[in-house]
């Protein structure tokens, strides 16, 4: 039933001629719309990982030690294992401040364009910085 609605919708919506909306097609790309963008990624990309290693665990026979050994066993190099630390770290770190970037935001602070992109690049860097830290650990 659905499906015939949906049909029936755009169907009257051709039939008048009216534009679909151009939604993000318009806008010019601004580094606080790509920063909206990865702090919804990152939370959906943490959430899903979160769930899935949950369930893993849960699932899945032997325990972290097994595991941990048989990464150990595939001897893929310094280079991949810090890859895949930065790519752990960064999500984390950057949603993380991002978040609090929203917190001060939810007390009505930091509204002003010039305090947007000064906050956004602060964002930026502290995660660029603590995620290289982290991968090094």
Do not use: Q
């Amino acid at each position: 039933e659905l499906f015939l609605w949906m049909n029936k919708f755009w169907a009257k919506n051709s039939s008048l001629n009216r534009p679909m909306s151009p939604h993000i097609t318009i806008y010019k790309w601004s580094i606080p719309m790509m920063m909206s963008i990865t702090h919804r990624g990152t939370g959906i990309g943490l959430s899903g990982a979160i769930s899935a290693f949950a369930m893993a665990a849960l699932i899945l026979p032997g325990n972290y030690t097994h595991y941990l050994d048989l990464i150990h066993s595939l001897s893929v190099g310094p280079f991949l294992i810090g890859l895949a630390k930065f790519g752990i770290a960064f999500p984390v770190s950057y949603h993380t401040y991002n978040g609090i970037r929203h917190l001060y935001w939810d007390i009505g602070k930091g509204f002003k364009i010039p305090e947007v992109y000064r906050t956004g690049y602060t964002v930026i860097g502290l995660s660029v910085i603590t995620s290289i830290a982290l991968t090094l650990m």
